[in-house]
Structure formats: C-alpha cells, structure tokens
C-alpha cells in the first residue's frame, strides 16, 4: 500500500523484509508516507538475521493467493546465493520471486518516541467524515485538520472553490494541532490498521504525525503497525 509506483525509483516500489530471530519487520515508503508491520514467527533457525527486497507486487500476488490458509512458509536464499530468490509455500500452492537490486532507505530514525499531543479517534467515524469532506475537491488536494480541546474539526476547499466542514467529539491531550494530508493516503492508513480506534501521534503541525491502532479509547496502543504520514501544505 505504502510502496511507490514509480519505476525510475526501483527500490521504493519494493518492500523491504527484516528478519531478526523471531520477528519480522515489514516496511515500505513512497517518500510521503512510510507503513511499519511486525509479525511475530518460528524460524527453523532461531538466531536467524536477515532482510530481503521484494517487489510490492509479489507481496500482494502472494496475500491474495497463498494467505487464504491459516500459515505459509517463508524462504528466503542466502545472501550469499547468485540467485537471490524468496519462495512462499502452502498447504497448495508454491511461489517464487527473485529479489529487487538495491538498498532500501533506513526509516527506524524516522519513527517518532516522543509527541507533543495525541488524538484518539473512532476509525469508522474518522473514515466517513474524511470522505464527504473530501468529495467536494480533487483528492490530492490537502484536507485540513485542527486538533484543540477535545475535537477535530474537517476541512476542504478553499477561496472560490466548493467547501466542506466537519467536526467531530475526539479524545486530545497536549498542544492545538493545525495540519494537513492527502486525503486518499489518510484513507489508506485509516483502513490498514485493523482497530476500532486511532491514535494519532504528533511532534508538529509541520512535521509527520504517525497512525496508530487501538481496541479501545483509553486501552494500549498496537505497536506492531505504524503509519507515518508527511503533511502537505494548504491554502489559508
């Protein structure tokens, strides 16, 4: 989801796979926005150390066919192998890919430990409110979001331009936040975490905020997948 399209930046088109014993790290990037999973697994070998560049294609080729039973096998040819490739096997069904040249960008450093405010949102709700306000513009145009005292407030559209606005009753702690994103790519992240609710963690209005999933409004927040999205610049 989070990968690039753009072919004359190979590397950003694949996914990049680190494997570190039991655990294995998803990451993909299309410069405006980065997507983090973790997966728990058993490795035949437990000290296992690893990672990989496969195409985002693959990826999905091998979710949409192979993932429909409940566990697959990884392989993944060593790194000293002329050959490069990853298999995925399961109960029926084989497939292999060679893996993308190149280096994928370091990302870990980009990943925020501290905020200055955080917003814990319903996601269904937070996904209905940014489709009708972003009905009324072009979807690469920047939905604008206020964050103060405990409600978010929507808005599309500018100037002479058709308007939108929304608000809803949220849960905020710290600072006023006054940001925008692309709307498609606030979807996209919205609709991969999986969980009731949303929590969004800020370090500026200027700066990435990184999405978050939750079960309940005031439980524990699910590390194993993060979102960080760059916001855009908007009319005022």
Not at 59 to 85: G, Q, Y
Not at 157 to 165: E, K, P, V
Not at 222 to 233: G, I, N, Q
Request: hydrophobic content about 40%; cysteine-free; aromatic content about 6%.
């Amino acid at each position: 989801m989070a990968a690039g399209r753009d072919d004359s930046l190979p590397t950003l088109t694949g996914i990049h796979v680190d494997i570190n014993k039991t655990t294995i790290t998803i990451a993909a990037t299309d410069r405006y926005r980065l997507a983090v999973r973790e997966i728990d697994w058993t490795p035949n070998d437990p000290e296992i150390a690893t990672t990989a560049l496969l195409r985002a294609r693959t990826l999905a080729d091998a979710a949409r066919s192979i993932t429909s039973k409940k566990n697959i096998s990884l392989s993944i040819a060593p790194t000293s192998s002329n050959e490069r490739l990853v298999g995925f096997v399961s109960e029926a069904k084989l497939m292999t890919s060679r893996q993308l040249d190149g280096t994928f960008p370091p990302y870990r450093h980009l990943l925020p430990t501290e905020s200055i405010a955080t917003a814990v949102v319903e996601v269904a709700q937070f996904l209905d409110s940014v489709r009708r306000v972003s009905l009324v513009t072009d979807k690469t145009i920047p939905l604008r979001l206020r964050f103060k005292d405990d409600t978010l407030q929507l808005d599309a559209g500018a100037g002479d331009d058709a308007q939108a606005t929304e608000e809803l009753q949220i849960n905020f702690t710290g600072e006023p936040i006054d940001i925008a994103f692309n709307p498609t790519f606030l979807i996209d992240g919205l609709t991969a975490l999986g969980t009731k609710y949303v929590q969004i963690a800020f370090t500026g209005s200027n700066k990435p905020a990184m999405l978050s999933g939750k079960k309940k409004a005031d439980g524990p927040t699910d590390s194993s997948y993060k979102y960080l999205l760059m916001p855009m610049r908007y009319a005022s």
